[in-house]
């Protein structure tokens, strides 16, 4: 590759990401407005859904298959693969407001802050970093699993708080691999297909991003709160 290849190839992925990140950015800050709207201006609102549990498995299940569909047609339709994500931001806005009304602003805004300070910081490591990443993110996903696992049993057996507290710990560790793995996945992909990452792959890169960031935050905040 001669240097004007290699200065074409380099702007080309640094378009790709700054695209990336815009989507990341809309997305959190969608989710960030709707929970802010869903805890002040329309609480009433929320305080109806959260005394039905049917309205939230059914926000919930429609979340979980924006997910699915993003990740199968994202790149064949970038409109909708752009509607989808704003559609998904803005109904985890929603589950979101639940969660933070059981935390101070102070616990939010800490959570917020350490979770931005560990996605940035990873982010770096995944963009900048020569080593092959493809261990580690292998790893943080099988070790998912077993965290899913042990969240559930602690949901409706143990009920430990400390137990808790240790899983949070972990999925720290286990999304901060994640995000890693999956920064340096972007320049390999783009690596791969050059100008033909569209918009569809930047959003479904943006959403991979949005569900890592959004579990670092949920995890420090449950981290700060048993602390509190």
């Known amino acids: 590759m001669n240097n004007q290849e290699y200065i074409q190839t380099g702007t080309g992925l640094n378009k790709f990401y700054a695209k990336?990140?815009?989507f990341l950015a809309l997305?959190?800050?969608?989710?960030?407005?709707?929970?802010y709207a869903m805890t002040t201006v329309f609480l009433p609102v929320l305080a109806t859904l959260f005394q039905s549990s049917?309205?939230?498995?059914?926000?919930?299940?429609?979340?979980?298959?924006?997910?699915?569909y993003l990740g199968a047609k994202a790149q064949k339709n970038p409109t909708i693969a752009i509607a989808g994500f704003v559609a998904y931001a803005l109904l985890n806005?929603?589950?979101?407001?639940?969660?933070?009304?059981?935390?101070?602003?102070?616990?939010?805004?800490?959570?917020?802050?350490?979770?931005a300070a560990?996605?940035?910081?990873?982010?770096?490591?995944?963009?900048?970093?020569?080593?092959?990443?493809?261990?580690?993110?292998?790893?943080?996903?099988?070790?998912?699993?077993?965290?899913?696992?042990?969240?559930?049993?602690?949901?409706?057996?143990?009920h430990s708080n400390a137990v808790e507290f240790f899983i949070s710990?972990?999925?720290?560790?286990?999304?901060?691999?994640?995000?890693?793995?999956?920064?340096?996945?972007?320049?390999?992909?783009?690596?791969?297909?050059?100008?033909?990452?569209?918009t569809g792959m930047a959003v479904f890169f943006a959403?991979?991003?949005?569900?890592?960031?959004?579990?670092?935050f949920l995890a420090f905040l449950r981290i700060f709160g048993k602390n509190n």
């Open 54 to 68: 049917l309205a939230f498995w059914m926000i919930w299940l429609v979340e979980i298959g924006l997910v699915l």
């Open 20 to 22: 990336i990140y815009g």
């Open 118 to 158: 560990t996605f940035g910081a990873m982010s770096l490591v995944g963009v900048f970093t020569k080593k092959d990443l493809s261990a580690v993110g292998h790893a943080a996903y099988s070790a998912l699993i077993g965290i899913i696992i042990a969240m559930l049993l602690n949901m409706f057996l143990l």
């Open 169 to 198: 710990i972990l999925m720290v560790l286990i999304f901060s691999g994640i995000t890693a793995y999956d920064n340096q996945r972007i320049r390999q992909v783009y690596a791969q297909t050059g100008d033909q990452a569209g």
């Open 207 to 216: 959403l991979q991003l949005y569900l890592d960031f959004i579990n670092l």
């Open 27 to 35: 997305g959190i800050g969608i989710s960030a407005i709707m929970a």
């Open 93 to 115: 806005g929603v589950t979101l407001s639940v969660t933070l009304l059981m935390y101070t602003g102070g616990t939010v805004a800490g959570a917020f802050l350490s979770a």
